[in-house]
């Protein structure tokens, strides 16, 4: 009996801390900006780990940028000091310059910094906006690198009127 009862409050335990687990991809918290919600992760991922871990945790992706207000905001109001990620990669065969957007969006806006996206390190296939004290416009990078993860939630709030 004694021992049931030792597995009972362990199993207890485990079930109470499991239904009790909080992300930590946006514990920064979200902000609001037309349509979307945005957060900035608190750790560093590869790409993927921060389309499919960090914002699929939290029911987003990797941000899609559609103007220069909304690349504007994300700059200014979340970046602080970070480089990150954003949710457009080369999609097609090695160096095809077909940059896509993770969700399928369609745009025709784009912010790469002058003479980017260049390849430079061999295989950068994802593109990173980092703090106007580095560089105005995006750069591509290394999908495999660590940095932060900027999401987007794309849910909008339903009210009960």
Not at 86 to 100: K, P, Q, T, V
Not at 105 to 113: A, I
Request: charged share 20%; glycine share 8%; with cysteine.
């Amino acid at each position: 009996a004694k021992i049931m009862s030792k597995w009972a409050v362990i199993l207890f335990a485990l079930i109470f801390k499991c239904a009790h687990v909080e992300s930590t991809a946006c514990n920064s918290g979200w902000m609001q900006y037309g349509n979307k919600k945005y957060c900035l992760s608190s750790d560093d991922h590869t790409f993927t780990g921060c389309q499919e871990e960090v914002c699929g945790e939290v029911g987003g992706t990797l941000v899609t940028i559609e103007d220069a207000s909304e690349n504007a905001f994300l700059k200014n109001s979340l970046l602080g000091h970070h480089f990150a990620f954003i949710g457009l990669f080369e999609a097609g065969a090695d160096e095809s310059g077909d940059w896509s957007w993770v969700d399928g969006h369609t745009s025709d806006y784009t912010n790469w910094e002058q003479g980017e996206p260049n390849n430079w390190c061999l295989d950068e296939d994802c593109a990173v906006v980092g703090p106007d004290s580095s560089f105005k416009g995006w750069i591509d990078a290394s999908c495999n690198i660590m940095m932060r993860c900027l999401c987007q939630d794309l849910s909008t709030p339903s009210y009960e009127y």
